[in-house]
């Protein structure tokens, strides 16, 4: 049996910026899937607020997702069709919230990340920086409690990366929001609370 991680023991606290780091097979998505109720894990739990995940059936932990974790990926994941501000009001339109607070909410966060004059720019005529803001926008426009962050930086130069980050720490310090992330880009310890590198599926604190 390949075990993608093992023997691992994470305690998180509201409002921390976590960064996990490690090479590329090192197990990092995996606990990031896992944290985020997208993968179960084949012994021990996932606790979120004292309760367990293994506690909810796929319909509850669905909505555990939709309603307390966000989601930014390297590849920005935006529908192309949509606009910026469309591919942000996704997440509250599936919450089912009512329509007249929905683009209202969207502009507020649009603003935040620097976004709000582009609000009606398709993602092919925004650059990767820019796209990139938009997936944080989309990620934080519910208020979720933890987002999850997969080299969210992957893809960009030392600059966006940088004002990535910051944009980061900044919703952690104003929104309280818990933020994890794995990246393998050192910078991120400049702005992370805590950081740990997967070595041989094992987690090493590095902060």
Same mark, same amino acid.
């Given at each position: 049996? =390949? ?5 691992? $023991?994470?305690?998180? #606290?509201?409002? &921390?910026? %976590?960064?996990?780091?490690? /090479? ?47 989601? =930014? ?5 935006? $529908?192309?069709?949509? #606009?910026?501000? &469309?591919? %942000?009001?996704?997440?509250? /339109? ?114």
């Amino acid at each position: 049996m =390949v075990h993608a991680i093992k023997d691992i $023991t994470l305690d998180i #606290s509201r409002g &921390e910026f %976590v960064a996990l780091k490690g /090479r590329s097979g090192s197990g990092k998505t995996t606990l990031l899937n896992l944290l985020g109720g997208l993968d179960s894990p084949g012994s021990g739990e996932i606790r979120f607020d004292g309760m367990s995940l293994k506690q909810l059936n796929q319909e509850e932990l669905t909505k555990w997702r939709r309603e307390k974790v966000g989601f =930014v990926f390297q590849s920005f994941a935006l $529908t192309p069709t949509f #606009s910026a501000i &469309e591919n %942000v009001e996704v997440p509250l /339109r599936l919450m089912r919230m009512d329509p007249s607070e929905v683009t209202d909410r969207a502009r507020q966060v649009l603003k935040m990340v620097g976004m709000d004059k582009r609000s009606n720019s398709r993602p092919d005529e925004l650059s990767g920086g820019q796209q990139q803001r938009v997936a944080i926008a989309r990620a934080i426009v519910s208020d979720p409690e933890m987002k999850l962050a997969d080299e969210p930086t992957g893809e960009l130069d030392t600059e966006n990366t940088r004002l990535i980050l910051e944009m980061f720490r900044k919703i952690v310090d104003q929104k309280g929001i818990t933020v994890i992330m794995t990246s393998h880009n050192p910078v991120v310890e400049e702005f992370a609370h805590r950081v740990y590198s997967l070595i041989d599926h094992n987690l090493i604190s590095l902060k």
